[in-house]
């Protein structure tokens, strides 16, 4: 038996739990929003290139989709419990299938079949952002029609948007870091597309007086969730089988670190590696890029002691460095982990760099480049820069006035730095833009190029404080480069000549811009 001052105690208790899981909905329909968001954008990268446009216009229809979701909030005046629940669900369904339909599709169409990939993906993008511009405004009436005692205006607003953006920040610093890196993509998308459904159930059961046709309501959240879960299971071999498609080869390695998908192929041809889809490089040819890398700044030096390698994580320039009989110590400063961890431990790999990473001479430093050098002082005979293409912000970095003064600083009186430099025949502008921005910082260049059939004309630019000449000797058993051929990759046809360019600097990044521009038509 309950008598009347249990109940009125208890009543409130129950208005107080139903407040608090309401605004933790939020946050948890916020993570999920943006988990979407987040997940297309990276796709889009990943499939299509061009980062920075990727991201851009990914972003930008997605919050366009959430305004015309809030905007056609208006509408639903009745039953507001019901379209919140069924929106959670659409949201969960189609949030959390995105990703692996985006893949599914973007490996079933032809090569030609982009055009109708981006119809999908801005598809997709534009459902699911007016499914979660409809989600906040109904929860908002939600609570003002269930707590009006509590809440004005004011008090709304800012309990409601507190809650939305703490859960938009846990996801934007778990994203990168932890989701992407342990779950992957598709399975990300799905855990997220099961917590919208769990908050559907939460509906469910915490409003369950006021909802008609309790019945149809559960079985859709039931089946809704089966469907996730079924997923979410086959989320491997949908991975698997969408990458055997794209990369056209038997994969032998496929895994995400914390900075990068890193998957390596192998076939008659030979041994390739893909970081985020890009080709990095091809055992049958890698040794043309490496070769033309090191070998003309370190036979210019004639006896280079200390060397530092900048990127490079795979071991193929300290391999090529580990020649010189005067090297005492090389440091490799790689960002990913992963990636010195796996070119030194798995034969396959460590065969292509010839146990480079183990060799006593190596120091091996995981950071951020930019970091290392700001917080180093340490000088040396040759710096060796081999980071990927500027395709982001974050990589455009590395190639700033910022970040070559640093080299600078580092670089001994007669010593060399060299610097992988894009295509100077496909991105004639950026390459040059290269060569501006090192002479900016009061460094000579001397820019060169080679072919490397996997990647076409290649180009390379030396920096230093004095001319560079021609070696009087080069390393043994070199495939690749000759004395007699070496100063033809320092002679730019008319087609390769140098062009006017603005030096990039970190306030303007104008060479993530320019290499998009110029990278894009090749896809087009």
């Known amino acids: 038996m309950i008598v009347q001052g249990e109940e009125t105690e208890a009543a409130p208790q129950r208005v107080q739990a139903a407040e608090v899981l309401l605004l933790a909905s939020v946050f948890v329909i916020a993570a999920c929003g943006l988990v979407y968001e987040l997940a297309a954008g990276a796709l889009a990268s990943y499939l299509m290139g061009d980062s920075v446009l990727q991201f851009s216009t990914i972003i930008g229809a997605y919050l366009f989709a959430m305004g015309v979701g809030s905007w056609l909030s208006r509408y639903f005046d009745r039953q507001l419990v019901a379209h919140f629940l069924r929106i959670e669900l659409l949201v969960g369904l189609i949030g959390g299938l995105m990703p692996a339909a985006l893949f599914a599709a973007h490996s079933s169409l032809p090569v030609t079949g982009q055009p109708v990939f981006r119809v999908l ?19 908002m009436r939600i609570l003002k029609r269930q707590f009006s005692h509590r809440y004005g205006l004011k008090d709304l607003v800012s309990q409601v948007l507190t809650f939305d953006y703490l859960g938009a920040l846990v996801v934007a ?9 342990h779950l992957g993509l598709i399975r990300t998308g799905l855990f997220f597309g099961l917590l919208n459904a769990l908050v559907a159930v939460w509906a469910l059961w915490m409003f369950r007086a006021d909802l008609r046709r309790w019945g149809a309501h559960a079985a859709a959240c039931a089946g809704v969730i089966a469907v996730l879960l079924v997923a979410y299971s086959q989320a491997e071999h949908l991975t698997t089988w969408a990458e055997d498609r794209f990369y056209g ?10 900075y990068q998908r890193v998957v390596v192929t192998a076939g008659p041809a030979g041994v390739r590696l893909f970081l985020n889809g890009n080709l990095q490089f091809h055992s049958r040819d890698e ?6 890398l090191v070998h003309p700044a370190m036979a210019a030096h004639g006896a280079a002691k200390r060397v530092l390698v900048l990127g490079g994580g795979d071991g193929m320039a300290v391999r090529e460095i580990l020649k010189y009989s005067s090297v005492e110590q090389v440091t490799l400063v790689e960002l990913d982990p992963f990636m010195t961890k796996l070119f030194s431990t798995e034969p396959m790999l460590t065969a292509l760099n010839q146990r480079a990473l183990l060799s006593p001479k190596l120091r091996t430093v995981n950071t951020d480049a930019f970091g290392w050098l700001e917080s180093h002082d340490e000088v040396f005979d040759v710096i060796v820069i081999d980071f990927p293409d500027p395709t982001s912000f974050a990589l455009g970095k590395l190639y700033t006035t910022s970040f070559y003064a640093l080299v600078d600083q580092h670089l001994s009186a007669g010593g060399y730095a060299v610097v ?9 502008q950026s390459y040059w833009t290269v060569a501006t921005t090192i002479e900016a910082v009061g460094l000579a260049t001397t820019p060169y190029h080679a072919h490397v059939p996997s990647f076409g004309e290649w180009g390379f630019i030396l920096a230093s404080r004095r001319p560079w000449h021609v070696p009087a000797g080069l390393p043994e058993g070199l495939k690749f480069l000759t004395l ?26 104008t060479l993530v811009h320019t290499f998009e521009t110029e990278w894009g038509r090749v896809h087009q």
């Open 121 to 139: 993906l801005y598809g997709l993008v534009g459902l699911v952002g007016v499914l979660v511009g409809l989600e906040i405004p109904l929860v």
């Open 173 to 181: 610093v778990a994203f990168p870091l932890l989701l992407v890196p």
């Open 249 to 258: 080869e038997h994969i032998v390695l496929r895994e995400s670190s914390a």
């Open 287 to 292: 040794y043309r890029y490496h070769e033309a």
């Open 420 to 428: 992988q430099t894009t295509s100077p025949l496909i991105a004639r």
């Open 484 to 509: 007699t051929g070496l100063p033809v990759l320092f002679d730019f046809p008319a087609d390769m000549a140098r062009v006017p360019a603005e030096a990039n600097r970190l306030s303007n990044q």
